[in-house]
Each structure stands twice: as structure tokens, then as C-alpha cells.
Nanobody, 129 residues
Framework: QVQLAESGGGLVQAGGSLRLSCAAS??????MGWFRQAPGNERQFVAA?????????????YYRDSVKGRFTISRDNAKNTVYLQMNSLKPEDTAVYYC???????????????????WGQGTQVTVSS
């Protein structure tokens, strides 16, 4: 069973940056994603990346609209680690961020929680105004 462990959360001022890491052990997952959940809200998709394919050496990446241009997801397959670089952070980015792993997804399927079967414990990100 794949186990995921997030790190890198913390408190940052608006406009600042953080980089989240998610280390996977016990296997690989084709799709790796980041989700977030603020108090009283549902868990929402943030970004996802798939494994390299014949048509995409770096894998396919997906982002929710509100983080496009600010967040970048990447993965180091040799280290079984996925990263989420978050720049120009806003108070509305405050949430617990969860790493997720899935066997396969493509397109909008990668935005869906049900595409993922492995989850980390979450790391808190707080952006002050």
C-alpha cells in the first residue's frame, strides 16, 4: 500500500511563497495530486500531475483556475516525490493541503477526488493578510 507524507506547510504573509513536498513510499502512483480543505468547506482540487508518457515527457499537469500562474506542480520520479511550489499566496489559499495518489486519470477525471486511492495526513498552510 502506498503511503504519502506531506511537508513544507507553514505560516506566510500574503504575496509570499511556500513549497510543499509529498514523499511516497511502498510504490508509485501514475497520478499525483494536491487537494486542499478550509474549515467548513469541501475538499477541493488544486493541482495534479501524471507520470511521463510517450506524448509528454514531463507528464500532464492540471490546475484549478484560481491557482494557475501562481502554483506549479512537479514530480521527481527517482525520489518518489511530488512538489507544489506556491507563489503569490493569498489569504484565500489558507487550508490544509493533502497529497493524493491515483492509479490513472486523464483530463477532468484528474480533478475528481474519486480518482485517488492514497492520501496523506495533510499539512497546514496559513496565509496572513
Amino acid at each position: 500500500q502506498v503511503q504519502l507524507a506531506e511537508s513544507g506547510g507553514g505560516l506566510v504573509q500574503a504575496g509570499g511563497s511556500l513549497r510543499l513536498s509529498c514523499a511516497a513510499s511502498g510504490g508509485n502512483r501514475y497520478a499525483m495530486g494536491w487537494f486542499r480543505q478550509a474549515p467548513g468547506n469541501e475538499r477541493q482540487f488544486v493541482a495534479a500531475i501524471t507520470s511521463p508518457t510517450l506524448t509528454s515527457s514531463g507528464g500532464h499537469t492540471y490546475y484549478r483556475d484560481s491557482v494557475k500562474g501562481r502554483f506549479t506542480i512537479s514530480r521527481d520520479n527517482a525520489k518518489n516525490t511530488v512538489y507544489l511550489q506556491m507563489n503569490s499566496l493569498k489569504p484565500e489559499d489558507t487550508a490544509v493541503y493533502y497529497c493524493a495518489g491515483g492509479t490513472y486519470c486523464s483530463g477532468y477525471r484528474c480533478y475528481d477526488l474519486s480518482a485517488y486511492d492514497s492520501w496523506g495526513q495533510g499539512t497546514q498552510v496559513t496565509v496572513s493578510s
